[in-house]
């Protein structure tokens, strides 16, 4: 039955004069049910599902299943999705493309085809990662940075470079193009995708998974499309599917329209303060709403890209006018809009002013009430009124740990000025991020505000260090052509690189006489920037508070230069004649702001993208062997053969029950993985640090832990080895340590977990809400795997994560209700046993032990979240990548 619903749902579509094959949708509601009130969103999903439908990994119950959802808005069923490509930072895809090439390896040894481990989906992979911001303020910032990122990444980029030629349907966008965000709105994402097969030019949405929580931008662009762990984007890009269960889908509806002065990235702030609160973890959000029709896609991408901090899913916004005037703008053929707009309508996936689907929940907002936010001190969530951000830093200090008394103010000389640094002092301001720089918008908005800013005689305070670090040079095209360039130049903006930058952590070193006012005097400093995440330890080691903001916004702090300035009453400097400037003397009114975007053309997307994949000279001139499998060098300290394989039996044993386990560590609330898995500098006394020294690095040539992904000696040292994690069995003591029982010394977690491992005793890792929230970081579970972790037990987990620790083996629980680490009064001295596990099942009921020290014992039904039958499989393999080989072998 299953093909023939199938062969009758398949039919003819012209669009553009061209003819494509398509599965309809309205052909499948003659037989299983109308689909009218189905989100847009999930008719994507039922597309996906009809097309792939083989009577196995899909059924005809599937769909009816999705269909069915209309009924209540909710559904517990397991379904298959299969993406139509996978799209790679390189942070996340080094490490992906290593493991491809182990695979390839392990194949071999166990007498299999090697070119089986081969992507049979199109892959991307943009290098937008790896650039830092060692140089600033000068004419010279960009080249120089390109300069020492091509000499610091020589290795890695010579490896993507042996992968591209090595496996099929893989592509690599070389260093100093862009942020794979930016790059996948503005040119790689179609809306509707095609190929030809058999001779037939099939069309289907465009649909991916990525291994950057920030996928999601391309929602914005009406692409169902989300982040995933790089252990599970491997697994679908050689051909597994995505398991998931049916999501709930939150409406969330928009009216009217943003007022003067008012920015993209304040509506975002808004709606991420909204929808956290109203609790979207693993739920799609769908706008829907009049108010669309007023957002310009640009606005939406900018929503769409912070769907993690929101902590949904994905942030949809289905196709319509708006979506065909962008892709007429940023140059995509006559041909693809025609289909975009043919095959939506046809689809019912075109969005209709009126249209009111059934949602699981919903929350509406007016546009007119959005307010000029930024969020902050630590978390993207925490919005924060302008006005109010003096009196939210005080508070943030008033809280801080172990803060001393309000430092004096440090005299400071510095490039010639000097001046006074103090508690408030913004350190950074940095125009970065895919999140606002893919938005003309606000990058004219802080253009026009740098102009004048600068025609007034305002300058930057010299302790600032600013940044423009946009996600494609079509930003440089179009400052340029509206003439803002030498005004953001002369207040300190000047290009540093293409890519993350600052938002990642990549911000590079403060002056040195910065960082010893901040060191010897405990000083509180700030970050203002134009990104996503503001997480603890995450812009800077040495920075506490971190400041979400429009790039106008940013502009204006730079100006300020501390955090205790009321940007709505306080001025930002003084002009030429002594007077007082206010912000509001200097921002720029929309009229402007509008005819600025219009110098944006469709020529530049045209000229920037036509040689996209060619890279520079540097790039082109990088040596590469062509062979099938990767010469793995043993004295490299950026790619090593991981261990994940070896001695890997062609069949799984039987999954053991975890007994006498240790903790490892017990962590409170919001532990990102930006805490679990290694980030940003690598300190030299560290176990990292003294690895790499230990094989020949120096300190100032250790680069940062991102780039070292691709060696798991390096990065297993760095887990859990954040700065500002706090383990509750060291109290009062910041960073990766642990207490070893039973010696009882403070131990780093690393070493602390070799011993461990030396006696073979398995670890166990305590948590509170939201373990694991922020990016998709796969090494947060890769690092948990090889200290030896088999067990995490938590009160709640973001998406991402949880999958990601089942994709290596790890075995994720929750607490019941009602009970946790502090009701248990757990010290780190207890012993953990875990029963049942050769035979559990989904969401099963499982026993977990607990004897304390004194010989009490605890017993707990904790909840495996282990939550489809195929995430079971992989589980009982060991991980996702042992069950792919097998897969294979078989």
């Known amino acids: ?98 493991d491809l090439a182990a695979m390839r390896q392990a194949i071999r040894v166990l007498g299999g085809e090697e070119s089986k481990v081969n992507p049979l989906s199109p892959v991307d992979l943009v290098i937008d990662h790896s650039v830092m911001v060692d140089e600033y303020a000068s004419e010279q910032a960009f080249a120089d940075n390109v300069a020492i990122e091509m000499s610091r990444n020589n290795e890695r980029y010579r490896f993507l ?134 957002l310009p896609l640009a606005d939406r991408a900018t929503i769409a890209n912070m769907a993690p901090e929101y902590g949904a899913t994905c942030g949809f916004f289905p196709a319509d006018e708006v979506t065909l005037s962008y892709m007429r703008l940023t140059g995509r053929s006559d041909d693809e809009i025609a289909l975009v707009e043919t095959y939506c309508k046809a689809q019912g996936l075109w969005r209709h002013e009126g249209d009111e689907p059934r949602f699981t929940s919903g929350l509406a907002l007016d546009l007119a009430d959005v307010q000029t936010s930024l969020a902050g001190p630590k978390r993207p969530q925490d919005r924060v009124v302008l006005a109010q951000v003096p009196g939210a830093f005080q508070a943030a200090v008033d809280l801080e740990l172990n803060k001393k008394s309000p430092a004096a103010k440090v005299p400071v000389s510095l490039h010639g000025d000097d001046f006074t640094l103090e508690d408030g002092a913004v350190v950074i301001a940095a125009i970065t991020s895919c999140t606002n720089t893919s938005n003309p918008g606000v990058l004219m908005t802080a253009g026009l505000l740098a102009k004048n800013a600068a025609e007034k005689g305002l ?60 060191k010897e005097n405990d000083l509180t400093v700030g970050a203002v920037l134009s ?33 205790h300035c009321n940007l709505e009453t306080d001025p930002l400097g003084y002009d030429k004649q002594g007077k007082p400037v206010l912000l509001k003397d200097i921002w720029p009114d929309n009229a402007a702001i509008a005819a600025a975007v219009e110098k944006v053309k469709t020529e530049m997307f045209r000229k920037e993208y036509s040689a996209v994949f060619d890279g520079d000279e540097q790039w082109q001139s990088l040596p590469v062997e062509n062979t099938p499998t990767y010469q793995w060098q043993p004295d490299s300290t950026y790619i090593r053969h991981p261990p994940y394989f070896e001695g890997m039996p062609v069949s799984p044993a039987p999954v053991k029950d975890v007994k006498q386990a240790r903790i490892l560590a017990i962590l409170g609330d919001s532990v990102t993985t930006d805490h679990i898995s290694p980030a940003g500098n690598i300190k030299a006394d560290s176990p990292a640090g003294r690895y790499l020294q230990a094989h020949g690095v120096k300190p100032a040539d250790f680069n940062s832990y991102g780039s070292r992904r691709g060696n798991h000696e390096v990065m297993v040292r760095g887990t859990f080895a954040n700065i500002r994690i706090r383990n509750e069995m060291v109290p009062g003591t910041e960073g990766g340590f642990t207490r070893h029982i039973p010696s009882g010394e403070t131990l780093a977690i690393f070493d602390a977990a070799m011993r461990y491992q030396e006696s073979g005793t398995p670890l166990v890792v ?29 009160e709640s987990y973001e998406r991402i994560h949880r999958s990601n620790l089942i994709g290596m083996g790890i075995l994720p629980l929750e607490f019941p209700a009602g009970t946790d680490r502090r009701t248990l009064g757990l010290t780190g001295d207890e012993l953990i046993d875990v029963g049942g596990l050769n035979s559990v099942t989904p969401k099963q009921i499982v026993p977990v032990k607990i004897t304390h020290a004194d010989g009490r014992v605890t017993e707990l039904n904790a909840l495996c979240r282990i939550d489809t039958q195929t995430e079971l499989e992989y589980y009982r393999h060991g991980g996702i990548l042992c069950y792919v080989i097998r897969q294979m072998l078989a």
């Open 459 to 518: 300058t930057r305070k010299p302790w600032v260090k600013t940044s423009l670090a946009p996600g494609s040079k079509v930003v440089t095209d179009y400052l340029n052509a509206a003439g803002f360039t030498p005004y953001l130049d002369q207040l300190g903006f000047n290009l540093v690189g293409y890519g993350c930058t600052t938002c990642i952590g990549n911000s590079g070193p403060l002056d040195a006489e910065i960082e010893t006012a901040i």
């Open 766 to 794: 305590i948590a509170g809400k939201e373990y694991g929230s922020g990016s998709s970081r796969d090494w947060a579970a890769k690092g948990t795997n090889l200290l030896g972790v088999r067990v995490v037990l938590t």
């Open 1 to 98: 039955m299953s093909l023939t619903l199938k062969q009758q749902c398949e039919t003819l579509l012209t669009a553009g004069g061209k003819h494509y094959h398509i599965y309809h949708l309205s052909r499948l509601a003659e037989q299983l049910g109308n689909l009218d009130k189905l989100p847009k969103s999930l008719k994507v999903l039922a597309e996906n599902l009809l097309r792939n439908l083989d009577g196995d990994s899909v059924q005809v119950r599937d769909l009816q299943a999705l269909i069915d959802w209309q009924k209540t808005g909710t559904a517990d069923h397991e379904i298959a999705f299969r993406p139509a490509r996978v799209l790679m930072q390189d942070f996340t895809g080094v490490p992906a493309v290593v």
């Open 161 to 294: 470079r042996w992968g591209q030629q090595a496996f099929d349907r893989f592509r690599v966008v070389p260093p100093g193009t862009g942020i794979c965000h930016q790059v996948n709105l503005e040119y790689l994402g179609k809306s509707v995708w095609y190929e030809t097969r058999d001779g037939k030019t099939y069309a289907y949405p465009d649909t991916l998974v990525g291994t950057d929580s920030h996928t999601t931008m391309i929602n914005g662009l009406g692409v169902l499309g989300w982040g995933v762990g790089g252990i599970e984007a491997e697994a679908a890009m050689l051909g597994q599917p995505v398991s998931m269960l049916i999501p709930d889908v939150v409406g969330f509806k928009l009216t009217g329209r943003l007022r003067e002065g008012i920015t993209a990235t304040d509506l975002v702030l808004t709606v991420t303060q909204m929808l956290r609160k109203h609790g979207v973890v693993g739920k799609f959000v769908e706008f829907w709403g009049d108010g669309l029709a007023q």
């Open 531 to 563: 990104g996503n995440r503001n997480f603890e330890g995450r812009i800077h080691p040495l920075v506490k508070t971190n400041w979400l903001a429009s790039p106008p916004l940013v502009v204006a702090y730079a100006l300020a230069g501390n955090l």
